[in-house]
């Protein structure tokens, strides 16, 4: 019954599927939430640029039928940054996971919210580093089981809203690969927003992270899901912080206003240049 | 195609090296700046910070060298003319997104203000330890441009020829300054920009559906056409090895096709992209090669030497990068031997001496850095070398 | 459907029926469709696609209610679900899509 076209084949690269994702991996469901988000915010989609670094979830960009950059471990915040400061027009989105985006890529995260680039992160956390076989991670909770703490992590995991709250972003929401269409509307929202939006994706890895730690597949992670998770919208991201099979709070934390960062260049160079300066984003307006 | 006026500074200006790359920069139509302060670096920064407002262009200081020079070359996928600038330890960090750069065929413009090292090393004095580093410093094989200019004027006309080149092949170039030339102050005529030939990227503008990003057209020296975001064609750019289509391809072949004309694309344009100076080669016994702020010292070492009487001539690069092979090894079979000057313990000599393959001697004047070499420390090697 | 109460006008509202369409040979058996579909209308085959794994099959297709939840949750991009053909196109087609999660804690 393959007659019909896949309703996504004009946002996905289908001549590259099957894709390279485990089976009951959640970053699949991620890109599906995306290509519904696109859709839904109907922004023109040759105006839209991905970027992912590198890992599982830094393959997200090479299945995407827009314009799409894969980049270098870490680095797929700055080199979004350069292509949405380079042309304001674009809506520049990040996808990319929780190590490359926080731990190798962390300082670029915390600067880039700070300055209010206006870009879209969408951070797929599945609490390790997956493709290089299941290490620990920014996000490794206490106590939990991989290939470089074999006896269990002890290090404090980051938490990402809490983060991104801290360090400026405008928009900041969690949700889980189960809740998708709770993440459509979230991405939706953070693409049609202004300044640097964050939303965090909690996604299985039952290849890795739940074998080492002997929790199932892929449908058993989405059930824990279904059982840990508390919807609280606009919780204080202080208390977000995700410990090892506890509850996940989730949903929509930080909505809030501040310039974005060519806004606040075009301001202080209109207060110095008055007249003699053209606005640099005024095609984004 | 001719400058674009706006970013054009007509006239006679006294210049320091720094302010003349930035010069250099705004005449090629470079529009967008990312860039981390560092020593002896930092002003080429600054006067872009401060004359880009005025000419439409984007300044954003980064936190560090490894978002700088992502940023560039994401700022050059959006269509922009991109540049950074840093020094030694700062280049180091960019060696990560140079691979990168190399690998996914981005012009932008890379500057080096060379600095003593290793490491942190001689912050405000010079060197030209990076030569090296220039070429190999990002894992892998492939093949970039380097330029070394010896004047305030050559930073202004060499960071033009440095993004058209790199527009042309689609490949960073670096601008190899160092320290000296960097904060030397002399006078820089800046043309109209009605005499500046400025080179912009070729675009493909063929079916969207049939772009392939990195399809070689015939004719069109191993370099592919470029599409900017935004523009429609929707392509996928990729660090991992990729075939035509950009997709990821794991295997040997590809790998072969895909390396090779990274490398093919510069070795192969070698003649168009090489350039270097002579004087007083001819008839010359002793050839000293140099480059950069040594170059400045050799012409009075070279003074010293022919009123001494002795028969030598200077050949200075200008492309550090392709090394100009073809001319060298014309040189080596004419001379008696071949004298390096350069400040490190020996790096370009190593090319020297691959080029000239034992068909005339060859003879290094290194130095650590710090400050530039003494004429007659290297008056006195031409002589040894004219023995 | 299944009601615990019949609605009134339960004989007049056409319930959307869904035309399921699985892309055999891409799906991983990680059976998030199975488990979620809130009709029961799908199973993991006995058999093997060609990759080697059970793939998902329609037993049910009669109380596919065209909610497409498989299709949104479906990590591979393997299965998708439209209006079936005869059926007048009604709101619920696009609504469903952007509507809140039947999955709630």
């Given at each position: 019954m393959n007659e019909a076209a896949h309703p996504m084949e004009s946002i996905l690269r289908m001549d590259r599927m099957p894709h390279i994702w485990c089976p009951g991996c959640g970053i699949g469901t991620v890109v599906t939430a995306f290509a519904m988000a696109l859709q839904q915010a109907?922004?023109?989609?040759?105006k839209i640029a991905v970027v992912s670094g590198i890992g599982c979830s830094g393959r997200v960009a090479g299945y995407i039928k827009l314009d799409s950059f894969h980049t270098t471990h870490g680095r797929a915040i700055p080199f979004a940054t350069g292509l949405k400061l380079a042309n304001p027009e674009l809506t520049v989105v990040v996808i990319s996971g929780d190590g490359d985006l926080i731990a190798i890529g962390g300082n670029h995260f915390i600067h880039a919210a700070r300055r209010n680039v206006d870009i879209k992160v969408f951070c797929i956390n599945n609490f390790n580093y997956a493709m290089t076989g299941g290490q620990l991670g920014p996000t490794t909770p206490e106590p939990a089981i991989t290939t470089t703490s074999p006896y269990g992590a002890f290090e404090n995991p980051f938490n990402l809203p809490f983060l991104a709250e801290g360090s400026g972003a405008v928009y900041v929401a969690r949700w889980t690969a189960l809740h998708i269409r709770r993440l459509t509307k979230s991405m939706t929202e953070a693409l049609l927003k202004k300044g640097f939006s964050f939303v965090e994706i909690i996604a299985p890895c039952p290849t890795l992270y739940s074998r080492r730690n002997r929790l199932g597949d892929g449908l058993d992670e989405l059930r824990h899901y279904h059982d840990k998770s508390v919807i609280k919208h606009g919780a204080d991201t202080r208390e977000l912080d995700i410990s090892y099979r506890d509850k996940i709070v989730m949903g929509k934390f930080v909505d809030r206003e501040r310039p974005t960062f060519v806004e606040a260049l075009d301001k202080r160079f209109t207060e110095v240049f008055g007249k003699k300066y053209e606005p640099y984003g005024k095609v984004a307006t | 195609m001719k400058a674009d006026a706006k970013g054009v500074l007509t006239g006679a200006h006294y210049l320091d090296g720094d302010h003349a790359c930035a010069e250099g920069a705004l005449a090629a139509g470079c529009r967008f700046f990312a860039g981390y302060p560092i020593t002896p670096s930092t002003e080429v920064a600054e006067r872009i910070a401060s004359r880009f407002p005025l000419v439409g262009g984007l300044f954003v200081q980064m936190e560090d060298e490894l978002a700088s020079m992502a940023a560039i070359l994401g700022a050059s996928w959006a269509g922009k003319k991109s540049m950074t600038v840093t020094s030694g330890p700062g280049f180091s960090l960019m060696m990560e997104n140079i691979g990168l750069g190399a690998m996914t065929e981005t012009p932008c413009v890379i500057v080096n203000v060379q600095r003593g090292g290793p490491s942190t090393g001689l912050p405000t004095l010079p060197g030209q330890q990076d030569m090296m580093q220039a070429r190999w410093g990002s894992h892998g094989d492939y093949e970039i441009i380097a330029v070394v200019p010896n004047s305030p004027q050559e930073c202004f006309d060499l960071t033009i020829e440095a993004f058209n080149l790199s527009e042309k092949y689609r490949v960073p170039v670096m601008v190899m300054m160092d320290e000296c030339v960097g904060h030397m102050t002399e006078r820089v005529d800046i043309p109209a920009a009605s005499e500046l030939e400025v080179y912009n990227r070729k675009l493909y503008d063929g079916p969207k559906d049939q772009y392939l990003p990195y399809k070689v057209e015939n004719g069109n020296g191993q370099v592919p056409l470029m599409a900017n975001a935004g523009d429609g064609y929707r392509f996928h750019i990729t660090g991992l090895t990729h075939d035509e289509r950009g997709y990821p391809a794991m295997n040997a072949e590809v790998q072969q096709q895909c390396v090779s004309r990274l490398m093919d694309k510069i070795t192969g344009n070698a003649a168009d992209i090489c350039r270097y100076e002579e004087h007083r080669l001819k008839g010359a016994e002793v050839v000293v090669v140099t480059y950069g702020i040594s170059s400045r010292v050799t012409m009075r070492a070279i003074e010293l030497a022919q009123a001494k009487g002795l028969s030598v001539g200077m050949f200075r690069l200008i492309t550090a990068w392709p090394f100009p092979e073809k001319r060298i090894k014309e040189l080596a079979e004419k001379v008696k031997s071949l004298v390096m000057v350069e400040l490190?313990?020996?790096?370009m000599v190593h090319e020297l001496e691959r080029c000239v393959a034992g068909r005339a001697k060859v003879f290094l004047s290194p130095h650590a850095g710090g400050w530039v070499h003494d004429p007659d420390d290297i008056l006195k090697l031409i002589q040894e070398a004219a023995k | 459907m299944r009601y615990w109460r019949k609605p009134l006008d339960a004989d007049e509202i056409e319930v959307p029926r869904g035309d399921i369409h699985i892309v055999e040979s891409q799906c991983k058996g990680c059976g998030f469709c199975v488990e979620y579909c809130p009709r029961d209308v799908l199973e993991l085959a006995s058999g093997y696609n060609l990759k080697g794994y059970h793939p998902a099959v329609v037993v049910n297709e009669a109380e596919c209610v065209n909610c497409q939840l498989c299709e949104i949750i479906c990590p591979e991009f393997s299965i998708f679900v439209r209006l079936k053909n005869n059926q007048p196109v009604c709101a619920t087609d696009i609504d469903l899509r952007k509507g809140v999660d039947i999955i709630e804690s």
């Amino acid at each position: 019954m393959n007659e019909a076209a896949h309703p996504m084949e004009s946002i996905l690269r289908m001549d590259r599927m099957p894709h390279i994702w485990c089976p009951g991996c959640g970053i699949g469901t991620v890109v599906t939430a995306f290509a519904m988000a696109l859709q839904q915010a109907g922004i023109p989609l040759d105006k839209i640029a991905v970027v992912s670094g590198i890992g599982c979830s830094g393959r997200v960009a090479g299945y995407i039928k827009l314009d799409s950059f894969h980049t270098t471990h870490g680095r797929a915040i700055p080199f979004a940054t350069g292509l949405k400061l380079a042309n304001p027009e674009l809506t520049v989105v990040v996808i990319s996971g929780d190590g490359d985006l926080i731990a190798i890529g962390g300082n670029h995260f915390i600067h880039a919210a700070r300055r209010n680039v206006d870009i879209k992160v969408f951070c797929i956390n599945n609490f390790n580093y997956a493709m290089t076989g299941g290490q620990l991670g920014p996000t490794t909770p206490e106590p939990a089981i991989t290939t470089t703490s074999p006896y269990g992590a002890f290090e404090n995991p980051f938490n990402l809203p809490f983060l991104a709250e801290g360090s400026g972003a405008v928009y900041v929401a969690r949700w889980t690969a189960l809740h998708i269409r709770r993440l459509t509307k979230s991405m939706t929202e953070a693409l049609l927003k202004k300044g640097f939006s964050f939303v965090e994706i909690i996604a299985p890895c039952p290849t890795l992270y739940s074998r080492r730690n002997r929790l199932g597949d892929g449908l058993d992670e989405l059930r824990h899901y279904h059982d840990k998770s508390v919807i609280k919208h606009g919780a204080d991201t202080r208390e977000l912080d995700i410990s090892y099979r506890d509850k996940i709070v989730m949903g929509k934390f930080v909505d809030r206003e501040r310039p974005t960062f060519v806004e606040a260049l075009d301001k202080r160079f209109t207060e110095v240049f008055g007249k003699k300066y053209e606005p640099y984003g005024k095609v984004a307006t | 195609m001719k400058a674009d006026a706006k970013g054009v500074l007509t006239g006679a200006h006294y210049l320091d090296g720094d302010h003349a790359c930035a010069e250099g920069a705004l005449a090629a139509g470079c529009r967008f700046f990312a860039g981390y302060p560092i020593t002896p670096s930092t002003e080429v920064a600054e006067r872009i910070a401060s004359r880009f407002p005025l000419v439409g262009g984007l300044f954003v200081q980064m936190e560090d060298e490894l978002a700088s020079m992502a940023a560039i070359l994401g700022a050059s996928w959006a269509g922009k003319k991109s540049m950074t600038v840093t020094s030694g330890p700062g280049f180091s960090l960019m060696m990560e997104n140079i691979g990168l750069g190399a690998m996914t065929e981005t012009p932008c413009v890379i500057v080096n203000v060379q600095r003593g090292g290793p490491s942190t090393g001689l912050p405000t004095l010079p060197g030209q330890q990076d030569m090296m580093q220039a070429r190999w410093g990002s894992h892998g094989d492939y093949e970039i441009i380097a330029v070394v200019p010896n004047s305030p004027q050559e930073c202004f006309d060499l960071t033009i020829e440095a993004f058209n080149l790199s527009e042309k092949y689609r490949v960073p170039v670096m601008v190899m300054m160092d320290e000296c030339v960097g904060h030397m102050t002399e006078r820089v005529d800046i043309p109209a920009a009605s005499e500046l030939e400025v080179y912009n990227r070729k675009l493909y503008d063929g079916p969207k559906d049939q772009y392939l990003p990195y399809k070689v057209e015939n004719g069109n020296g191993q370099v592919p056409l470029m599409a900017n975001a935004g523009d429609g064609y929707r392509f996928h750019i990729t660090g991992l090895t990729h075939d035509e289509r950009g997709y990821p391809a794991m295997n040997a072949e590809v790998q072969q096709q895909c390396v090779s004309r990274l490398m093919d694309k510069i070795t192969g344009n070698a003649a168009d992209i090489c350039r270097y100076e002579e004087h007083r080669l001819k008839g010359a016994e002793v050839v000293v090669v140099t480059y950069g702020i040594s170059s400045r010292v050799t012409m009075r070492a070279i003074e010293l030497a022919q009123a001494k009487g002795l028969s030598v001539g200077m050949f200075r690069l200008i492309t550090a990068w392709p090394f100009p092979e073809k001319r060298i090894k014309e040189l080596a079979e004419k001379v008696k031997s071949l004298v390096m000057v350069e400040l490190n313990m020996g790096q370009m000599v190593h090319e020297l001496e691959r080029c000239v393959a034992g068909r005339a001697k060859v003879f290094l004047s290194p130095h650590a850095g710090g400050w530039v070499h003494d004429p007659d420390d290297i008056l006195k090697l031409i002589q040894e070398a004219a023995k | 459907m299944r009601y615990w109460r019949k609605p009134l006008d339960a004989d007049e509202i056409e319930v959307p029926r869904g035309d399921i369409h699985i892309v055999e040979s891409q799906c991983k058996g990680c059976g998030f469709c199975v488990e979620y579909c809130p009709r029961d209308v799908l199973e993991l085959a006995s058999g093997y696609n060609l990759k080697g794994y059970h793939p998902a099959v329609v037993v049910n297709e009669a109380e596919c209610v065209n909610c497409q939840l498989c299709e949104i949750i479906c990590p591979e991009f393997s299965i998708f679900v439209r209006l079936k053909n005869n059926q007048p196109v009604c709101a619920t087609d696009i609504d469903l899509r952007k509507g809140v999660d039947i999955i709630e804690s």
